[in-house]
């Protein structure tokens, strides 16, 4: 059973940060690519951020670029998203994903394991 849990969503003002994590249940933690995804209300599911398994390659959308960071720590089973410069657009409930590769995470299908969510609320 994989789980995957989020946490570290919350309010922030405007221009402020947020640093999101993920803790997985994944036995071979480095053997996945993890992702960020959120989704708005009234909107699609987007991507966000992929990274590799070693953590070598990460992949953002544009309207995050320069502003968001995934990471990971293969130690500990967790990967991050820091995020700065908030703005009010990027409000939405953020989940974190898991699959064997990054092109899996970003592909059509979409990844194989989801988390619950975590609420992220940028005030103006």
């Known amino acids: 059973q994989v789980q995957l849990v989020e946490s570290g969503g919350g309010l922030v003002q405007a221009g402020g940060s947020l640093r999101l994590s993920c803790a997985a249940s994944?036995?071979?933690?480095?053997?996945?690519?993890m992702g960020w995804f959120r989704q708005a209300p009234g909107k699609e599911r987007e991507f966000v951020a992929a990274i590799t398994r070693s953590g070598g390659s990460t992949y953002y959308t544009d309207s995050v670029k320069g502003r968001f960071t995934i990471s990971r720590d293969n130690a500990k089973n967790t990967v991050y998203l820091q995020m700065n410069s908030l703005k009010p657009e990027d409000t939405a409930v953020y989940y974190c994903?898991?699959?064997?590769?990054?092109?899996?995470?970003?592909?059509?299908?979409?990844?194989?394991?989801w988390g619950q969510g975590t609420q992220v609320t940028v005030s103006s």
């Open positions: 994944l036995r071979t933690f480095s053997t996945y690519a």
């Open positions: 994903a898991a699959d064997r590769t990054s092109r899996e995470i970003m592909g059509v299908r979409g990844p194989d394991y």
